[in-house]
T-cell receptor, first 117, second 113 residues
Framework: GAVVSQHPSRVICKSGTSVKIECRSLDFQATTMFWYRQFPKQSLMLMATSNEGSKATYEQGVEKDKFLINHASLTLSTLTVTSAHPEDSSFYIC?????????????FGPGTRLTVL | DQQVKQNSPSLSVQEGRISILNCDYTNSMFDYFLWYKKYPAEGPTFLISISSIKDKNEDGRFTVFLNKSAKHLSLHIVPSQPGDSAVYFCAAFFQGGSEKLVFGKGTKLTVNP
């Protein structure tokens, strides 16, 4: 099956620093990737849609200047949390869309646990 | 405004019995529904899906039922196994749209040996 990886799996950083999270589709090309965020005991919340070669589309309430998304190639999207603060601590998950003749399917990465001290 | 609702935050069943996880949705535009299983600190893994043109889809121990008129779907796991213990998310989207998945809050299933 299709595999999506994320790096790093967990990161601890100091308040005010920036953190970059990578999402890669390992065995397929994905023109569209999605970034989600999950708070404890809450649902996955879509943050933004990442489109290869164009600007990301952010969901309402998500600060585009704080959460920078770059989809530089068909297999890589990056999420940079700029000037991170403790309230940004969360579990960040990406997904990539595999396009099939029978229909598209999303595959999820394993997630990245961000802790901001 | 929650478009996908899983009203039971947790469910506990005995091994070998049936687990029934419920999900309700409000957006009538949704025409494709999925169930994901998630372990702590891991990404969700796909379990089973159903298109709105069907009312049932079965895959091994997992069966999803869709009641469009009630805007309700359920996931049945039978027989339940301890390894099924996880959080189960219901998700929905509109195939003619942007493929943005809308998730419920999840139900934590515990299968007791």
């Amino acid at each position: 099956g299709a595999v999506v990886s994320q790096h790093p799996s967990r990161v601890i950083c100091k308040s005010g620093t920036s953190v970059k999270i990578e999402c890669r589709s390992l065995d397929f090309q994905a023109t569209t990737m999605f970034w989600y965020r999950q708070f404890p005991k809450q649902s996955l919340m879509l943050m933004a849609t990442s489109n290869e070669g164009s600007k990301a589309t952010y969901e309402q309430g998500v600060e585009k200047d704080k959460f920078l998304i770059n989809h530089a190639s068909l297999t890589l999207s990056t999420l940079t949390v700029t000037s991170a603060h403790p309230e940004d601590s969360s579990f960040y998950i990406c997904s990539a869309t595999l396009t099939r003749i029978s229909g598209n399917e999303q595959f999820f990465g394993p997630g990245t646990r961000l802790t901001v001290l | 405004d929650q478009q996908v609702k899983q009203n039971s935050p947790s469910l506990s069943v005995q091994e070998g019995r049936i687990s029934i996880l419920n999900c309700d949705y409000t957006n009538s535009m949704f025409d494709y529904f999925l169930w994901y299983k998630k372990y702590p600190a891991e990404g969700p893994t796909f379990l089973i899906s159903i298109s709105s043109i069907k009312d049932k889809n079965e895959d091994g121990r997992f069966t999803v039922f869709l009641n469009k008129s009630a805007k309700h779907l359920s996931l049945h796991i039978v027989p339940s196994q301890p390894g099924d213990s996880a959080v189960y998310f219901c998700a929905a989207f509109f195939q003619g749209g942007s493929e943005k998945l809308v998730f419920g809050k999840g139900t934590k299933l515990t299968v007791n040996p």
